[in-house]
T-cell receptor
Framework: SAVISQKPSRDICQRGTSLTIQCQVD?????MFWYRQQPGQSLTLIAT?????????ESGFVIDKFPISRPNLTFSTLTVSNMSPEDSSIYLC?????????????FGPGTRLLVL | KQEVTQIPAALSVPEGENLVLNCSFT??????LQWFRQDPGKGLTSLLL?????REQTSGRLNASLDKSSGRSTLYIAASQPGDSATYLC???????FGTGTSLTVIP
């Protein structure tokens, strides 16, 4: 398993600003992911954070809006850029310690974002 | 496109009752299926992982089954407790699709 922490746990931001969310894993992992959970809905994958290369984004998500960094095997950041109220969500990072696509995913506690 | 559905959306049971949560998916080409619980305002806690080649997994009072051919999984909770109250999510991993969850309330 893996223990995953996120910072900040919550934030209230003004429209047009940007917020960077940090995700730290207690062990080296090959695969890290970022999800969004909008109010009352389930999780949607934003992107796969690749160490040493550009993130792989899912349909509907773009790098300009959600730039992602993955400087090493234990850390990743997600930035929500030029925020609008529609970006109000819980943002979660996850990791697959086994490094296999068939391995279990473990999640951080999430970052609750409210955009005014 | 994969679709993951969970029924019921909400469930309320008295303490001690055994219960079953259902998860169905439309594309059987999955790597695995994972059950999570989510407490209000919290992240996801992994409960059980079933590989595509497996039929079931057990952990304590929890038992999850997988029938790929019919696109179904069930999570069985034995002797429910108030601490089991949470939202339960299933997820299929080939394309990372999550169900919308079942909100469970166990009444003392």
């Amino acid at each position: 398993s893996a223990v995953i922490s996120q910072k900040p746990s919550r934030d209230i931001c003004q429209r047009g600003t940007s917020l960077t969310i940090q995700c730290q894993v207690d062990s080296q992992v090959t695969m890290m992911f970022w999800y969004r959970q909008q109010p009352g809905q389930s999780l949607t994958l934003i992107a796969t954070a690749n160490q040493g290369s550009e993130a792989t984004y899912e349909s509907g998500f773009v790098i300009d809006k959600f730039p992602i960094s993955r400087p090493n095997l234990t850390f990743s950041t997600l930035t929500v850029s030029n925020m609008s109220p529609e970006d109000s969500s819980i943002y979660l990072c996850s990791a697959t310690p086994s490094g296999r696509s068939s391995g279990a995913q473990y999640f951080g506690p999430g970052t609750r974002l409210l955009v005014l | 496109k994969q679709e993951v559905t969970q029924i019921p959306a909400a469930l309320s049971v008295p303490e001690g009752e055994n219960l079953v949560l259902n998860c169905s998916f439309t594309d059987s080409a999955i790597y695995n299926l994972q059950w999570f619980r989510q407490d209000p305002g919290k992240g996801l806690t992994s409960l059980l992982l079933i590989q595509s080649s497996q039929r079931e997994q057990t952990s304590g009072r929890l038992n999850a089954s997988l029938d790929k051919s019919s696109g179904r999984s069930t999570l069985y909770i034995a002797a429910s407790q108030p601490g089991d109250s949470a939202t339960y999510l299933c997820a299929v991993f080939n394309q990372f699709y999550f169900g919308t969850g079942t909100s469970l309330t166990v009444i003392p």
